[in-house]
Structure formats: C-alpha cells, structure tokens
T-cell receptor, first 113, second 112 residues
Framework: NAGVTQTPKFRILKIGQSMTLQCTQD?????MYWYRQDPGMGLKLIYY???????DKGEVPNGYNVSRSTTEDFPLRLELAAPSQTSVYFC????????????FGPGTRLTVL | GQQVMQIPQYQHVQEGEDFTTYCNSS?????IQWYKQRPGGHPVFLIQ?????EVKKQKRLTFQFGEAKKNSSLHITATQTTDVGTYFC????????????FGSGTRLSIRP
C-alpha cells in the first residue's frame, strides 16, 4: 500500500491564481481530512469527509473548497490564492475500527506571492 | 467552538531527563490521540485513549487521559536524541466524533 499520497510536493502561486491540491489514499478509509500548518504552529482543520459525497467544514474553511466523489480521492481547491494561504497542507485518512489511526500524507508546501 | 490547548510550547532538556506535555480541552472529549512530528516531516500517530482515567505505555512513553476526559498528558522517561520533535494531542467531541481538532503542540529539543 502507498498509504496517503499528495501532489504536488511544492508550489508557488501568484495572488489571485487558483489550484487544486490532490490527495489519494489506497486504504479504503471512509474518513479523510485536510489540515494546514503554518510555520512553527499546530495543525488547523480545513475540511473533512466521512465518506464519498459527504463533506463538512473544519476550523478554517474560508478560501477553500473540497469534493469527495470517490472513497480514494479528496482534492482541496483554492480559488483565489492569497498570501495568508501560504502554508504546508496535509491530507490524512483515518480508519474507523480498531485504533482509529489517522495516517498523514507527506504534505504540500504552498507559497503565495 | 472546541479548543485544545497544550503546554508548554517549547521544552529543552538534557538527554536523560524526563519530559511531560499537557493537553487541555474546553469540552469533554470522546477520545484523545497523540502524534509526533519530526522536523520537516508529517505527523505520525502514536496512540489513542478512549476511557476515563486510561493510562497506556509505549516503552519510555506514558499517556494518560483525565477522569473528566478534558485533559491528557504524555510523559517521556529518560529522553533520547531520537525523541526530538513536536508532540501534538488531538481530540474530538461526542457530538462530532469525526471532527478532530489538534492542540498547538509542544516542541521538544534535547542537549546531548
């Protein structure tokens, strides 16, 4: 299993540009999450999903959109990039039996200039 | 809204000393999880606590969940250089068990 994969690893955007951060998991987990981590800070929940077709807002959803058309994929969309969205973005999936372990992807480092 | 706070923010210890980080929630939690993040890496799941007053051990790490299920602690005995990183707690409420909120983390550095 590859686990949770994220693309791209790095990206530089200009203010006002848009992009989609990709996240895929091959563990058949229903629960998936997007977090952002600003330098030296903790993780803030952006959006999460409990299954295909179901998404919900986290702590900091403004400026982002998500969709969940399949169990495997959970893309995060930035429509009008702003400097405040400069951060490292982590996607995670979670098993919902046993230990409820949350598995994180390697992250996407985004800079908005 | 739900808040999870962690103290201290930073801890610098001599190798071999003990280390403790504390996690406090503004609301009762259904469970609490602990993660470790190495510099430049992604968070890695360590453990989940579910029961009131639960204590779990992993080698030199001891995790506790408070009786009221609003606080938790992670204690490392005799730290080693491999323990360097940031330790996060994360919890969810009964009313929204799928929504996991992270604490701000405690960054541990160690003098060899």
């Amino acid at each position: 299993n590859a686990g949770v994969t994220q693309t791209p690893k790095f990206r530089i955007l200009k203010i006002g540009q848009s992009m989609t951060l990709q996240c895929t998991q091959d563990m058949n987990h229903n629960y998936m999450y997007w977090y952002r981590q600003d330098p030296g800070m903790g993780l803030k929940l952006i959006y999460y999903s409990v299954g295909a077709g179901i998404t919900d807002k986290g702590e900091v959803p403004n400026g982002y959109n998500v969709s969940r058309s399949t169990t495997e994929d959970f893309p995060l969309r930035l429509e009008l990039a702003a400097p405040s969205q400069t951060s490292v973005y982590f996607c995670a999936s979670r098993e919902t039996s046993g230990t409820d372990t949350q598995y994180f992807g390697p992250g996407t480092r985004l800079t908005v200039l | 809204g739900q808040q999870v706070m962690q103290i201290p923010q930073y801890q610098h210890v001599q190798e071999g000393e003990d280390f403790t980080t504390y996690c406090n929630s503004s609301t009762t939690l259904s469970n609490i999880q602990w993660y470790k993040q190495r510099p430049g890496g992604h968070p890695v799941f360590l453990i989940q606590l579910v029961k009131s007053g639960e204590v779990k051990k992993q080698k030199r790490l001891t995790f506790q969940f408070g009786e009221a299920k609003k606080n938790s602690s992670l204690h490392i005995t005799a730290t080693q250089t491999t323990d360097v990183g940031t330790y996060f707690c994360a919890g969810s409420r009964y009313s929204s068990a799928s929504k996991i909120i992270f604490g701000s983390g405690t960054r541990l550095s160690i003098r060899p």
